[in-house]
């Protein structure tokens, strides 16, 4: 049994859940900076990205010391790379500090699980990749989507007739604005988090990768930022571009929302397949009318509505249920040598697109990759 640690818990929580429920790893240790968190294994559920994780445990669990459940707390990532036991570490610092504790974590020799984004510019990736390259370690990144088991639904779907192109990809995402108390508000700054396109439109950047199989041409991309004055980048951006080979995109996504939706078309030349996700079974955006967390239907192009197939999806298609089944899978593929849902490539592919989107934004005009 490999042995793993955690080096952040905010959202390194969920992976922490992975590791508990691995039957491949074994959490061996934690390592973070806040006292609070390292007291108990609960921490601070209220701070930072972790309240919707709390779900993801047992009271009995969250209200134990860590040492009581047999793993060792770390103040520092030195301390805890240093620690020849520890084979396997999840990255789950802030945005900024992924490139200096991905090459601290490879001179370590560990096999690494990266939280997104890969770096915060590509000119930073680019200096990576030689040493990834050389690296005997294995690198996966942290892009969930991948394994909702709804998106899944969607790749078994296009994969029934691999011979039909993807024509065109939409994604609609709505959300409330980013939490204010993640630690130092690393959050809130361009040069510490890329801003929204960096932070986390990286992850649909990603999903349209997956899901066409096609990679990015040309892309074009307006913002607004007068919505959040403490942030001091972007609160929604709309983008639109073209893959090389054929075939368009867009993608919508707003900061600025008061619930949770994202929405995915994918169009071919005789079907379409359409995607709602939600975080919660009750939405304000239908009413509360519906049970399902996620939902996959699939119709003739100018079919009817009767005649659309549909599949519901019930928790495995929310955020942190898939981290933590991220979690379980990158453990399953280093035990049997498989392939990760998402590897250093894919990171750096979406991290390529979403600066093409800054530099389109930032001197209006359409970018080719
Ligand atoms: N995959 C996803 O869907 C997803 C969701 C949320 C966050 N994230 C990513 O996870 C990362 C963390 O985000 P978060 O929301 O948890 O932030 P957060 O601020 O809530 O937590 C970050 C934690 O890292 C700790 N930390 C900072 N420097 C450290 C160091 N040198 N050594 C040890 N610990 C250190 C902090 O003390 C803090 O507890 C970010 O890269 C973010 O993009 C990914």
Redesign the pocket.
Known sequence: MRRAAV??????MAHVAGYLKSEDATLYAV????EE?LSKVGGTFS????LCLQPLFDQELLDKRWEEIGVICYR??EEVLCDPMVDIVSI????Y??VR?LIMAMEHHKDILL???IALHVSEADTLLPLIAAYEGRIAL?Y?FRVVSAIRKIRELLAEDPTSLVEAFSLYHFRTPFRRD??MH?IEQEQYSGGLIV?ETC?WFDLARYLTGKEADSIHCVTTDAIHDDFDYEDIAYINGSFKGGGIFQISHALSGFDFSLQITVHRKHEVIWCGLKEQPYSSLDNGSTSYHGIVSRGRVGGTPDEAQVWTFAEDAS?PVA?RELVCRFTRCIAEDLPFPADVQDGYQSLRMAEAARISARESRIVQL
């Open positions: 080096i952040g818990l905010g959202i390194g390592c973070d900076l806040i968190r701070q930072g990205s972790m520092s990532i789950c610092t802030p945005d500090l992924h504790h939280e997104k984004p942290g969930e993640k630690w690393w932070e992850h955020e981290i």
